[in-house]
């Protein structure tokens, strides 16, 4: 066995609970584990030990963005056996303190947002569905498909939210448009979304006017934290897939502006990527797709509320439905490799497909969940009693 080869063998060795091959250019082949191997794993080029031994995820990640590892089979498959020891991964976060933690200031926030958000509409549009709906999709039954996971998770959490004609509807991170628009056609509520994406912007105000709903509908290009010195008054708030940028120090100051324009007695449903513990979040992730990007806590959150006289009144976890979701998204990814090669190169093809992969993967083993959380400002005894109008 050759230097290089030994030192990434006693490397690998640590995640040996599920036993897997791993090949070397020079033909040298070793099994990690006892049994039969359960994948396959050829490296190509060296990687960096420095690398390794600084951050698990990144070294392996950006091998696989250059090609320098390759995995033999279906990559959710092995991710999902490989990332169930992610609890051993190695991540000095000393050296890596500027990238794990970022500035939360109002300028570096909105440039993290569209750093994701802004990469183009006509790339999301070739994987997302014809609704443009970038959040965990709800499905009813096996036979669904992605667009009617959508529209479910639209429905399901405008039921929630118990609307009536005439309300007024704030969306936090209206990403596209499809939940307000829904909720004006349905329920004829007056609706404002803001986004930091400008992207997002342009095509809500698109999809607004094509639905002739200016009369019921805004967005604006708003920072949450400005929301309180609005002025404005909404008797329900949502938010979905937003709160995972806000940053651990802002989550009350977040919650603050909710309470500073929802009305007594109104309705927040509250849609977050969620973990069991508070931890900074994975490296490569905040490297090349989540700039910034923190996990919340469920029971972070929900101490929070106490404090702001928030009644929770439901909590649903939609991790399982993520998990389905991030996989037809990976499919329509590489049913659509050939247009998205004309957009991007090699590496940024490799990363991405990796991102959902690697997602779907983690939430299949609980490393994170996905929760919805009901709450009332203060007591409401006017929505319904049992759970009947949900569901």
């Not at 031994?53 to 089979?73: C, H, N, P, V, W």
């Not at 499809?178 to 342009?202: C, D, M, N, P, R």
Request: glycine share 6%; proline share 2%.
């Amino acid at each position: 066995m050759s230097f290089i080869n030994s030192f990434y063998i006693k490397y690998l060795e640590k995640f040996d609970d599920i036993p897997f091959k791993v090949k070397f250019q020079n033909n040298e082949e070793y099994v990690i584990g006892e049994g039969t191997p359960q994948f396959e794993i050829t490296v190509k080029n060296e990687i960096s030990k420095t690398e390794l031994l600084k951050s698990t995820s990144i070294a392996l990640g950006e091998a696989y963005m250059r090609g320098d590892i390759e995995i033999q089979g279906d990559l959710f498959q092995v991710l999902n056996l490989f990332l169930s020891q992610m609890d051993k991964f190695t991540t000095d976060a000393k050296s890596l303190k500027n990238l794990i933690f970022t500035s939360s200031s109002p300028k570096n926030q909105k440039s993290e947002v569209q750093s994701h958000y802004d990469i183009g509409n006509n790339f999301y549009s070739l994987w997302l569905d014809d609704t443009m709906t970038y959040s965990c999709g709800y499905f009813k039954s096996d036979n669904d498909s992605l667009h009617d996971a959508q529209i479910n998770k639209i429905n399901h959490s405008l039921k929630k939210l118990n609307l009536k004609e005439g309300m007024s509807l704030l969306d936090i991170g209206c990403g596209w448009g499809s939940l307000l628009i829904e909720a004006a056609k349905k329920y004829k509520v007056h609706g404002l979304g803001i986004t930091l994406s400008e992207e997002q912007f342009k095509k809500c105000n698109e999809r607004i006017k094509e639905e002739k709903l200016e009369n019921l509908l805004e967005v604006k290009l708003m920072d949450y934290r400005d929301l309180i010195k609005s002025g404005r008054g909404f008797d329900r708030v949502i938010s979905i897939g937003m709160l995972e940028h806000v940053g651990r120090e802002n989550y009350e100051l977040f919650i603050k502006n909710v309470d500073g324009v929802l009305k007594p007695e109104g309705v927040f449903l509250l849609h977050y990527i969620s973990a069991l513990k508070e931890y900074p979040g994975d490296p490569w992730i905040k490297k090349y797709v989540f700039k910034g990007g923190v996990i919340p806590s469920l029971r972070e959150i929900i101490n929070i509320c106490g404090d702001y006289k928030f009644y929770v009144i439901d909590v649903e976890s939609l991790r399982r439905h993520y998990v389905k979701t991030l996989l037809c998204w990976r499919d329509n990814y590489n049913k659509n490799i050939d247009k998205i090669s004309k957009m991007f190169n090699q590496e940024f093809i490799r990363m991405w497909e990796l991102y959902l992969s690697s997602c779907a993967a983690t939430f299949n083993n609980g490393i994170i969940d996905l929760h919805q959380i009901l709450i009332t400002k203060g007591l409401n005894n006017n929505i319904p009693m049992t759970r009947d109008y949900l569901y």
